[in-house]
């Protein structure tokens, strides 16, 4: 056994301060809350084992300092499953030196840079969750998604208690895939969206839908296909899944409002661009188009 601190080794460059402004978006988030310079956050540890709940905190400028919080001592095996969780989770295995040699040649991703210099895609390394929260966010504003999303997962998934803080862990495919559409009325889910969670939650627990099986197809294009012939599955939630999830770099969900709303800001036009002249603007993004969604969507707010 080992002790209840981790110390995580994190790349250059790396913005802590931008990353906690992210994550604070929503007070209406269930799965981790922000106080002061620390995060909070169960991490799953596999079907057979307790998750854990952790504080992490940046300690100096090159790592974080993560804490577990009620286990006096923690396995190397819960330390190791807890850090590769937490360099998925903010996208650690990324090289961003390109990225930004790209975006300070590029007229409109330059606008985002010197703000967001540091900032990683944060992902959702759980695709049952990140399909889900894909299918809750579709043809709804962000608030909204945020109390439906809570109210999901405060109906469905699991809590613990540790040092006076519930945490909250999202509900796995196998509680969701045996409710009936209608269970999910009174949280204000309409009975498409709820009959959509479903269906994915049934995939999932039966085996036919897999993360893992999805990366080795090896292509985005593939996988697009694969996801949106799942019923509630269009391109945006496909793509979305393929960035925050999957994190392939080309993942582009080209048709969002979101992205729309970003470019017609920063270009100062008075109306939104068209897909053929997001195209043009995105030729010189390629194999960066998940990054510059992020960074153009993160500009919003």
């Not at 889900?132 to 809590?159: D, H, M, P």
């Not at 099986?213 to 090896?218: A, C, D, N």
Request: hydrophobic content about 40%; some cysteine.
């Amino acid at each position: 056994m080992t002790k209840s601190t981790l110390r995580i080794e994190v790349p250059e460059p790396f913005n802590y301060k931008e990353t906690l402004s992210y994550l604070r978006r929503s007070s209406n988030e269930p799965l981790y809350q922000v106080e002061d310079d620390a995060v909070y956050r169960l991490i799953p540890m596999g079907a057979d084992e307790e998750p854990a709940a952790v504080e992490i905190q940046a300690s100096g400028n090159d790592e974080l300092l993560v804490r577990f919080i009620g286990e006096p001592q923690v396995s190397e095996g819960r330390q190791r499953k807890a850090e590769a969780y937490i360099r998925d989770w903010f996208d650690f295995g990324t090289d961003l030196l390109p990225f930004y040699e790209m975006a300070r040649l590029d007229p409109l991703l330059v606008q985002t840079i010197d703000r967001l210099y540091g900032l990683r895609n944060i992902g959702i390394p759980d695709l049952f969750e990140a399909l889900c929260w894909g299918i809750i966010g579709q043809q709804i504003n962000l608030t909204f998604a945020y109390k439906l999303k809570r109210r999901f997962v405060e109906a469905y998934g699991r809590s613990v208690e540790r040092e006076g803080r519930t945490f909250w862990e999202f509900p796995v495919p196998e509680v969701i895939a045996a409710l009936q559409p209608e269970d999910m009325a009174s949280m204000q889910m309409s009975v498409k969206k709820s009959e959509y969670l479903i269906g994915v939650a049934k995939l999932m627990a039966d085996g036919a839908l897999d993360k893992q099986r999805l990366l080795e197809l090896g292509d985005t294009g593939v996988i697009e296909k694969q996801l949106t012939s799942i019923r509630g599955i269009g391109p945006w939630t496909a793509h979305y899944a393929l960035m925050r999830c999957l994190r392939l770099p080309d993942a582009f969900p080209i048709a969002d409002v979101g992205l729309h709303n970003s470019i017609k800001a920063l270009t100062g036009s008075s109306s939104k661009p068209a897909i053929s002249e997001i195209k043009r603007m995105a030729e010189g993004w390629k194999g960066w188009e998940a990054y510059a969604t992020f960074y153009l969507w993160r500009m919003l707010y």
